[in-house]
């Protein structure tokens, strides 16, 4: 069974930066993609930033040149660092990572950016 499991969220003042992390363990498949996503209260769950096993890397428009995903593929892990921070990016972040044709998710962490 794979679990996994994000850290680094909190509070932080707008212009602020914090980096999330997601450990996955259990029965590690290698992963295809593996992404962030988030989901303000009233909101729909939108894709923030995915990364492909060889790294290649998509934002969404919101994010992009404020937030970076990476990856370690050998610690199973995925990152992501933002920085400017904007109210609006508060929310529950949640980590996924894809092997087909299975999906995983984690438990999420909340990121409140105060104004």
């Known amino acids: 069974q794979v679990q996994l499991v994000e850290s680094g969220g909190g509070l932080v003042q707008a212009g602020g930066s914090l980096r999330l992390s997601c450990a996955a363990s259990?029965?590690?498949?290698?992963?295809?993609?593996m992404g962030w996503y988030r989901q303000a209260p009233g909101d729909k769950r939108e894709l923030v930033a995915i990364v492909t096993n060889g790294g290649g890397a998509n934002y969404a428009d919101f994010v992009k040149g404020r937030f970076t995903i990476s990856r370690d593929n050998a610690k199973n892990t995925v990152y992501l660092q933002m920085n400017s921070l904007k109210p609006e990016d508060t929310a529950v972040y949640y980590c996924?990572?894809?092997?087909?044709?299975?999906?995983?998710w984690g438990q999420g962490t909340q990121v409140t950016v105060s104004s």
């Open positions: 996924k990572a894809n092997r087909y044709p299975f999906s995983y």
């Open positions: 259990g029965s590690i498949p290698s992963f295809d993609a």
